[in-house]
Nanobody, 126 residues
Framework: QVQLVESGGGSVQAGGSLRLSCAAS????????MGWFRQAPGKEREFVAR????????YYAESVEGRFTISRDNAKSIVYLQMNSLKEEDTAVYYCAAVPAARGRLGLRSYEYAYWGQGTQVTVSS
C-alpha cells in the first residue's frame, strides 16, 4: 500500500522551468518502480518518464527527452521531475505513479501502475 502526493505544479512562461515532487508513504519506497504521466485537455494520459528502484534506470518519452529529468531520493521517499525549457505542449495535469518492482515491466503504460497521486497542474504559456 502506497500513498502518493504530487506538488510543485504551477504556471510558467514558455522556456521556463518547474520541479515536480511526489512524496510517497506506506510501503518501502525503494521497492517501487516510479513513473510520471500527464494528461492534457482532450488528450489521453501519456507517459512522461519512469525510474527504477535504484535510480540508475531511467526512461523518457521522446517529447520530453533532453528537457525533463526524473530522479528519486529513496531515503526521503520522494521522486522528482525536473522540467526545463517548457513548451505550451507540456501543459497538462501531471500524475505520479508507483508499482512494486517485482510486478512492473517497462513502466511505460498507465495500466502497469498500481498507485496514483491526485495530480498537479502545469500550465505553460507564451
Amino acid at each position: 500500500q502506497v500513498q502518493l502526493v504530487e506538488s510543485g505544479g504551477g504556471s510558467v512562461q514558455a522556456g521556463g522551468s518547474l520541479r515536480l515532487s511526489c512524496a510517497a508513504s506506506g510501503s518501502t519506497f525503494s521497492n517501487y518502480l516510479m513513473g510520471w504521466f500527464r494528461q492534457a485537455p482532450g488528450k489521453e494520459r501519456e507517459f512522461v518518464a519512469r525510474i527504477n528502484w535504484s535510480g540508475a534506470g531511467t526512461y523518457y518519452a521522446e517529447s520530453v527527452e533532453g528537457r525533463f529529468t526524473i530522479s528519486r531520493d529513496n531515503a526521503k521517499s520522494i521522486v522528482y521531475l525536473q522540467m526545463n525549457s517548457l513548451k505550451e505542449e507540456d501543459t497538462a495535469v501531471y500524475y505520479c505513479a508507483a508499482v512494486p518492482a517485482a510486478r512492473g515491466r517497462l513502466g511505460l503504460r498507465s495500466y502497469e501502475y498500481a498507485y496514483w497521486g491526485q495530480g498537479t497542474q502545469v500550465t505553460v504559456s507564451s
